[in-house]
T-cell receptor, first 113, second 113 residues
Framework: DGGITQSPKYLFRKEGQNVTLSCEQN?????MYWYRQDPGQGLRLIYY???????QKGDIAEGYSVSREKKESFPLTVTSAQKNPTAFYLC????????????FGPGTRLTVL | KNQVEQSPQSLIILEGKNCTLQ??????????LRWYKQDTGRGPVSLTI?????NTKSNGRYTATLDADTKQSSLHITASQLSDSASYIC????????????FGKGTSLLVTP
């Protein structure tokens, strides 16, 4: 089945620790995205990548880092510099075309203890 | 200021009843508008996409409308089912290069027996 996978589904982290969230897609999409979702708020863009080895900051990139070494993979690292990291994180990808739909992964819920 | 406003913020209806969710946007230039359904703890899934020239589009019991002149869209759900309980997110795409999506905060719908 084609799609986007995120792992793990639930993640617990102690304050001061870095943690990496995995995102893999087999849709052959060039563009990939990371969003953060908090209760009562819309999705907010953290980082996006339109091509391998290139990525751009979104609206809330501070305290996060990404890499795009392979087309299929776009991992997100939540660093200790992120002051309020507890949230639901969604990865998405988009194919080519005028009406290109964003396909979302199932999400990772990160809780900082 | 969010350029995509959704109302109501939350809604409770009885199973079998109809409901209408609203989306007003100010983003420009307009490219297309999508409605997504997001089940709790899951990633959003696209329901419909509408372009400038389309007024109405249906997907089963979901019917979306678009008035590009007034920059308003609605999502009508007919004969609601318990499985319709979810958050419904309006996403407007602008016509430019790079990242071009604007997300509403969503309407949380609860369908009760």
């Amino acid at each position: 089945d084609g799609g986007i996978t995120q792992s793990p589904k639930y993640l617990f982290r102690k304050e001061g620790q870095n943690v990496t969230l995995s995102c893999e897609q087999n849709l052959n999409h060039d563009a990939m995205y990371w969003y953060r979702q908090d209760p009562g708020q819309g999705l907010r863009l953290i980082y996006y990548s339109q091509i391998v080895n290139d990525f751009q900051k979104g609206d809330i990139a501070e305290g996060y880092s990404v890499s795009r070494e392979k087309k299929e993979s776009f991992p997100l690292t939540v660093t200790s510099a992120q002051k309020n990291p507890t949230a639901f994180y969604l990865c998405a990808s988009t194919g080519e075309g005028y009406f290109n739909e964003q396909f979302f992964g199932p999400g990772t819920r990160l809780t900082v203890l | 200021k969010n350029q995509v406003e959704q109302s109501p913020q939350s809604l409770i209806i009885l199973e079998g009843k109809n409901c209408t969710l609203q989306c007003n946007y100010t983003v420009s230039p307009f490219s297309n508008l999508r409605w997504y359904k997001q089940d709790t703890g899951r990633g959003p899934v696209s329901l419909t996409i509408m372009t400038f020239s389309e007024n109405t589009k249906s997907n089963g019991r979901y019917t979306a409308t678009l008035d590009a002149d007034t920059k308003q869209s609605s999502l009508h759900i007919t004969a609601s089912q318990l499985s319709d309980s979810a958050s419904y997110i309006c996403v407007v795409r602008v016509s430019n290069s790079g990242y071009a999506l604007n997300f509403g905060k969503g309407t949380s719908l609860l369908v009760t027996p």
